[in-house]
């Protein structure tokens, strides 16, 4: 398979125990962006990177919130001390640069459920 | 004001009828859009690019008015595997070509 591939699937924690989330983007994809959705809303950017470095963060991304990429290859979201409002499914995606095309393609996602 | 809006539904309609959605979107200088579809508990899939002089795919198309900042997709002769929700999506110009998704509107195809 070669599309984006995300780990864990399902991740189940309780509140104030941190947890790490794992993307594989498309191989020849050397942007990478990190989005959260919740029950019936589209997807919210959090923040994204262009090869290893990370060029834009959300406001919606606490100081609770880290992500790297360190090698430009896979990607990791680590949140710190989870919080119920922490519960969601957190979506990667990858593209390619410019000059595109410019479609993401996303992973199968991350449900987090914070206990 | 919301920078993609669509009415979240959802869109009731028969097997074999023709169901429309519009987006509008609020950035003026948006460079590229998408329509992508979302099936319940899954990743978001893209199902078509939106060009400016309008695009067709099978019974899906796509047309874009830049002018009224909207963007629309047809569904033609809707089937029962049409029901999901379709996401809008827009690329702005510039910096990292923010990525901004509509709410969806979600279509249940009746038999």
């Known amino acids: 398979d070669t599309g984006v591939s995300q780990d864990p699937r399902h991740k189940i924690t309780k509140r104030g125990q941190n947890v790490t989330f794992r993307c594989d983007p498309i191989?020849?994809?050397?942007?990478l962006y990190w989005y959260r959705q919740t029950l019936g809303q589209g997807p919210e950017f959090l923040t994204y990177f262009q090869n290893e470095a990370q060029l834009e963060k959300s406001r919606l991304l606490s100081d609770r919130f880290s992500a790297e990429r360190p090698k430009g290859s896979f990607s990791t979201l680590e949140i710190q001390r989870t919080e119920q409002g922490d519960s969601a499914m957190y979506l990667c995606?990858?593209?390619?640069?410019?000059?595109?095309?410019?479609?993401?393609?996303f992973g199968p996602g991350t449900r987090l459920t914070v206990t | 004001r919301k920078e993609v809006e669509q009415d979240p539904g959802p869109f009731n309609v028969p097997e074999g009828a023709t169901v429309a959605f519009n987006c509008t979107y609020s950035n003026s200088a948006s460079q590229s859009f998408f329509w992508y579809r979302q099936d319940c508990r899954k990743e978001p899939k893209l199902l078509m690019s939106?060009?400016?002089s309008g695009n067709e795919d099978g019974r899906f198309t796509a047309q874009l008015n830049r002018a009224s900042q909207y963007i629309s997709l047809l569904i033609r002769d809707s089937k029962l595997s049409d029901s999901a929700t379709y996401l809008c999506?827009?690329?702005?110009?510039?910096?990292?070509?923010?990525?901004?998704f509509g709410i969806g509107t979600k279509l249940q195809v009746i038999p």
């Open positions: 999506v827009v690329r702005s110009s510039g910096g990292y070509q923010k990525v901004t």
């Open positions: 995606a990858s593209r390619r640069d410019s000059p595109g095309p410019y479609e993401q393609y």
């Open positions: 191989s020849e994809h050397n942007r």
């Open positions: 939106v060009y400016s």
